[in-house]
Structure formats: structure tokens, C-alpha cells
């Protein structure tokens, strides 16, 4: 069993920052990939960035160049470092580990961008 555990969320004004953690624990042999999802209330859910196995970085246009998707391996820990935040960023944000053929979701963090 994989367990994913979330942080950082919270309420920042406009041009804000804030940064997401997501852990994984439990039985993992092979991360395939791992990344950040975002779902707005009324809206469905949007990959934000990601980090596929086979390399590369793929992020959605509207976070671009604000936006930083990094890991470390060695806690089997991603991040979402958010930067110049935007109210339309305000959604809750659940991080997404893909080991072996599994998909696993963290919990969701909710984050809220507003004067």
C-alpha cells in the first residue's frame, strides 16, 4: 500500500507564494512519475505539472514560468513551488504518483488566492 501525504496549502493574496509538498510512504519500487493535479469548484480536474519517468517537465500554459515542479528522491517527496499566484490558481491541488501500473492521490490541499 501507498500512502500520500500533502502540505502547504492555505490563503495568499495576489502575487503571493506558496509551496505544496507531497510524500510518498509505503510500498514503492518504482516511481514512474509523479505530479500535480488542480480541481476549481464547478470545473474538472487539470494536470498543473508533472515529471515523467522518462524525463522531461510538462506544465499547463497558465502556470508557466510561475510554477515549479521538483522532487527529491531520495525522501520520495514532490513540490509545487507557486509563484506570483493568481485568484484563478484557487483550486484544491492533489498531488499524483504513478508506481508500476498503480495511480495513487494524495488527499488534496486547498489553495486560495484572494485580497
Known amino acids: 500500500q501507498v500512502q500520500l501525504v500533502e502540505s502547504g496549502g492555505g490563503l495568499v493574496q495576489p502575487g503571493g507564494s506558496l509551496i505544496l509538498s507531497c510524500a510518498a510512504s509505503?510500498?514503492?519500487?518504482?516511481?514512474?512519475?509523479m505530479g500535480w493535479y488542480r480541481q476549481a469548484p464547478g470545473k474538472e480536474r487539470e494536470l498543473v505539472a508533472d515529471m515523467p519517468r522518462g524525463g522531461g517537465i510538462n506544465y499547463v500554459d497558465s502556470v508557466k514560468g510561475r510554477f515549479t515542479i521538483f522532487r527529491d528522491n531520495a525522501k520520495n517527496t514532490v513540490y509545487l513551488q507557486m509563484n506570483s499566484l493568481k485568484p484563478e490558481d484557487t483550486a484544491v491541488y492533489y498531488c499524483n504518483v504513478v508506481i508500476g501500473k498503480e495511480s495513487y492521490w494524495g488527499q488534496g490541499t486547498q489553495v486560495t488566492v484572494s485580497s
Open positions: 509505503g510500498s514503492i519500487f518504482s516511481i514512474n512519475a
